[in-house]
Nanobody, 120 residues
Framework: QVQLVESGGGLVQPGGSLRLSCAAS????????MGWYRQAPGKERELVAV???????NYADSVKGRVTISRDNAKNTVYLQMNSLKPEDTAVYYC??????????????WGQGTQVTVSS
């Protein structure tokens, strides 16, 4: 079991920035993928950004150029730096970890979510 704890959400004005953090209960170097998803009211959960253990990143088109996913292996923490925030970025942001076992089966773990509200 991987436990994930998000922090850093809050209320920010349009054009502002936030940095979300996701602290994992174990070393993230052995987690195959870590990513951020978001879910706005009345909408399905969607991918924001993901990073593989090898460092490959992928971003949703809606956030490219405004969002950066990064990690600190020593702190077992993944970050999501969000700049130029827009009202449509308002959502609950969830951290996700995909861990593969020795049989190549993937296990998915989720944090509890952190609210991001972009409003003037």
């Amino acid at each position: 079991q991987v436990q994930l704890v998000e922090s850093g959400g809050g209320l920010v004005q349009p054009g502002g920035s936030l940095r979300l953090s996701c602290a994992a209960s174990e070393s993230i170097t052995i987690i195959n993928k870590m990513g951020w998803y978001r879910q706005a009211p009345g909408k399905e959960r969607e991918l924001v950004a993901v990073m593989t253990s090898g460092g490959t990143t992928n971003y949703a088109d809606s956030v490219k150029g405004r969002v950066t996913i990064s990690r600190d292996n020593a702190k077992n923490t993944v970050y999501l730096q969000m700049n130029s925030l827009k009202p449509e970025d308002t959502a609950v942001y969830y951290c996700n970890a995909i861990k593969r076992d020795y049989t190549n089966r993937d296990y998915s773990y989720w944090g509890q979510g952190t609210q991001v509200t972009v409003s003037s």
